[in-house]
């Protein structure tokens, strides 16, 4: 593993341990067994590894939507795939989440936000764009794959992030999802 790769794991894990705030540049590189000055080669400050770690997250929901969608399948069912796909990596990674949105939010890298999601909306795009002939006319698949990136998560954040997880509630959620989607794609 390359020393930022590292840094980017130690920071995860103190985080994770510590919570934001109480973190120091000092307990991350303790966790990486690397040299103080070693961190500021990468990072100017503890802030600034939370686009590596946005970057790590959006890979694992890219490689699972990849891992987890069937071409084969019909439509409305790779749809489903999509919003299960999304919800199950917000799901399973909800702590990290939470203490990334807090510090992108606390630093001038949540301008990078749209650069980071650069490879989800991409994989989207290329995918609305085959399924073309079944959407409704008119539709701009740039756009799209960005609002529908956007929707999906945001819709999943609701249950994993704001509130207690309730397995009915996160159904009913994935559900009004996938019809809002369907819909809104016009699916034939």
């Known amino acids: 593993m390359d020393t930022q790769k590292k840094l980017v794991c130690a920071a995860l894990a103190v985080f994770k341990k510590k919570g934001l705030e109480k973190t120091k540049v000092s307990d991350i590189v303790k ?7 070693t961190f500021y080669l990468y990072f100017p400050s503890k802030l600034a590894v939370m686009p590596a770690i946005a970057q790590c997250m959006v890979e694992k929901m890219e490689a699972r939507l990849k891992a987890t969608v069937n071409p084969a399948a019909p439509l409305p069912e790779q749809l489903a795939q999509i919003v299960e796909s999304i919800f199950d990596t917000v ?12 510090g992108l939010s606390q630093s001038a ?7 980071l999601y650069a490879p989800l909306y991409t994989w989207l795009k290329e995918f609305l764009t085959r399924n073309r002939p079944l959407l409704r006319n008119g539709l701009d698949t740039s756009y799209t794959a960005r609002i529908m990136i ?16 309730d397995e009915q509630e996160t159904a009913r959620q ?11 794609l016009g699916v034939r």
């Open 150 to 165: 956007g929707c999906i998560e945001q819709a999943a954040e609701q249950v994993f992030l704001f509130n207690k997880i």
């Open 174 to 184: 994935k559900e009004e999802t996938f019809v809002f989607i369907e819909h809104a």
């Open 31 to 37: 966790q990486a067994g690397v040299a103080q000055g």
């Open 91 to 102: 799901q399973k990674h909800r702590d990290i989440l939470a203490f990334l949105y807090t």
């Open 109 to 115: 890298d949540i301008t990078k936000w749209e650069r």
